[in-house]
């Protein structure tokens, strides 16, 4: 499932209904209506809840949060985020969904814009009914239709929901509140849950025209505010520089019970800056009241000023237990001179990883090593049980060390592993086809040099990876960084235009159709997809496969280990570092639920609200 999503939900009672379900769905005479969906386990919260266990239900509804975005926006349309234009910070906060998830349970959600939801037990299809009082800011209620629109305009414009929703094969309106979502094939239990997950915009106000009479375009970016129907409504923006977003007073879901405790803010703000070296100024100075911190340097210096030492700013790291990551360099193995497995493991052992924490980042980090780092879906060791019998199937088309060698990062711990490292880089790269001569590595049969261009978008990305380039040429390899803004940055990777990218995948506890995107052969050669190396490998995609339709936990764990090994194994990527805490600086201005839901990370600005004590106590915004 999608970790970066963001619902809400209520409950409803079940309701008994006959009704066929289309697409070949069995037929059902007693038909159960949920009032939450749960990928494979039961539901916390039984029908009738008043609220979820970790809400603050008197929190105070008033004030002001500022918060920092980085780059700029040109861009409110939902739908084609990610493929054209910027996208607004907070903008998900206008729009509801269908369904949302408890922060105290696994891959689990309850209704919200749907009163209820059902499918058959072969999971073809799904049934939502949607509440009979859901409202869009303008009053009109929120229909059937507007689900449907929704779901239409998301996946053919949606690099990642084309490969998320691939297997729904139609949405269509079966009663006056019930919209049904057809699947291509039984059996893929996750599907009924994750179409809950689609932001619902409006049909009757993307069908109509704007303030100059002009016929809007939801396949354009633009900045006319648009219509939503969650908890807050853009009240004011400056293109490109700030974007403020007030709570709506007569919102149709407040007093549902998955909204108590939540949204407790009068506005949010989002102020944008260039680059994170002026927003912790900004910080500093008062301008904004939070910051993620995401560089190890800027936590352990950046933070020495009077308001941290007398108290007024507090510094907390948070635990992430609801996701894992890799986060690496990536190769664009579309070009020729990545394609080969060889090459991409001699960057790894170039790659002195054990020197640059120890430089640059204050020995804060640890190595990844899984594409599910941090979650129990990590492969370590050799592959056992059931995990080996499902590789078994693959024996002779996945590299030999799946099932020999555990997986593990060059270690550059000394100067003598150094040395060693980079003469096995050498090595690869001579039994690749490339020999040194006048100390530049070229292809032996034309002669041609090895270029590698790092793509980078940010002054902290261009730090590390300067700091890697030395390694790299200390190989023969021609190493250049290219630095360009955030907008021509997105463009190249859309037009796969670059050799070498960070990034970052996000895996949840229950990872599904989302694969796909990440690595499917099909996602590889559509532009704006998250497949940036390149992937199509066959066993990658039936092990996709496998993820998206096993059975049981037990099989999702054993599949995405095997997943995992496969595509550590193919060395698609130089794994680099994690820290498995979020760092966030404040202004002591806010309360927060104590405990956090263990699945929230800091849920922050969800749950949080304004204490005015400690605002008082923190002095005047600037």
Do not use: C
């Not at 703000?269 to 994170?276: A, H, K, L, N």
């Not at 020999?404 to 690869?428: F, H, I």
């Amino acid at each position: 499932m999608n970790p970066t999503r963001r619902q809400i939900l209520r409950t409803a009672a079940l309701a008994p209904l006959a009704l066929s379900l289309p697409g070949g769905a069995r037929a059902q005479t007693e038909r159960q209506w949920r009032h939450g969906l749960s990928l494979y386990g039961t539901l916390k919260y039984p029908p009738g809840f008043p609220r979820f266990d970790y809400v603050n239900a008197d929190a105070p509804k008033t004030g002001a949060v500022r918060q920092i975005a980085i780059g700029t926006f040109d861009n409110f349309n939902m739908v084609v985020a990610g493929v054209k234009g910027a996208i607004a910070a907070g903008l998900d906060s206008i729009y509801d969904t269908l369904m949302a998830p408890a922060l105290d349970e696994v891959s689990t959600e309850y209704g919200l814009i749907a009163e209820s939801v059902s499918y058959p037990d072969d999971f073809s299809a799904v049934t939502y009914r949607l509440r009979g009082e859901s409202r869009f800011h303008d009053g009109k209620p929120i229909t059937p239709q507007d689900v449907i629109f929704s779901f239409d305009a998301f996946k053919k414009n949606s690099p990642f929901y084309s490969a998320y929703y691939r297997h729904v094969v139609k949405a269509e309106q079966t009663g006056a509140r019930d919209v049904t979502f057809t699947f291509d094939q039984p059996g893929n239990r996750e599907l009924p849950q994750i179409v809950g997950q689609i932001n619902v915009v409006p049909k009757h106000w993307w069908d109509g025209v704007d303030a100059n009479g002009k016929k809007r375009d939801v396949t354009a970016t633009t900045l006319e505010p648009p219509l939503g129907n969650g908890a807050y409504r853009i009240k004011e923006f400056v293109a490109g520089r700030t974007i403020v977003y007030e709570r709506v007073k007569d919102y149709w879901g407040r007093d549902l019970n998955v909204n108590v405790g939540r949204d407790n803010f009068a506005e949010l703000r989002f102020e944008y800056f260039r680059d994170t070296t002026v927003a912790i100024e900004a910080f500093k100075a008062d301008v904004v009241d939070w910051r993620s911190e995401n560089s190890a340097k800027n936590w352990a210096t950046a933070y020495d000023f009077p308001a941290v030492k007398d108290a007024r700013v507090v510094l907390e790291e948070f635990p992430i237990r609801s996701f894992g990551v890799m986060q690496a360099f990536a190769f664009n193995t579309r070009r020729e001179k990545f394609t080969d497995s060889r090459v991409r493991l001699a960057f790894n052992y170039a790659f002195n990883f054990e020197e640059m924490n120890k430089q640059i980042f204050f020995g804060q980090y640890r190595r990844i090593a899984s594409y599910f780092d941090g979650l129990e879906l990590a492969s370590s060791g050799l592959p056992q049980g059931r995990e080996l019998e499902i590789l078994q199937d693959y024996r002779d088309k996945v590299p030999p060390e799946v099932f020999t060698k555990p997986y593990a990062n060059p270690q550059s711990d000394s100067p003598e592993k150094v040395r060693a490292n980079l003469r096995e880089g050498v090595r690869l790269f001579k039994a690749a086809g490339y020999d040194i001569r006048n100390q530049k590595l070229v292809n032996a049969a034309s002669g041609e040099p090895f270029t590698a261009e790092f793509l980078v978008s940010d002054p902290a990305s261009e730090r590390y990876v300067l700091f890697y380039k030395p390694s790299l040429e200390r190989l023969g390899l021609s190493v250049s960084v290219r630095s360009v803004d955030d907008v021509q940055y997105e463009n190249r990777l859309r037009q796969w235009d670059f050799d070498i990218v960070t990034a970052a995948w996000g895996e949840s506890l229950s990872p599904g159709n989302e694969q796909r995107g990440f690595w499917g052969s099909q996602a590889a050669d559509q532009p704006g997809s998250r497949n940036l190396v390149g992937i199509k490998n066959p066993v990658v995609d039936q092990l996709i496969e496998r993820i998206i339709f096993a059975t049981s936990r037990a099989e999702l764990e054993a599949v995405t280990r095997a997943l995992d090994r496969v595509l550590l194994w193919h060395n698609y990527v130089v794994p680099q570092w994690t820290y498995g805490k979020a760092r966030v600086a404040r202004w002591d201005r806010f309360g927060r639920p104590d405990p956090l839901p263990r699945y929230g990370v800091t849920a922050f600005p969800t749950l949080w609200w304004s204490d005015a004590g400690k605002a008082a106590k923190a002095g005047r915004r600037s």
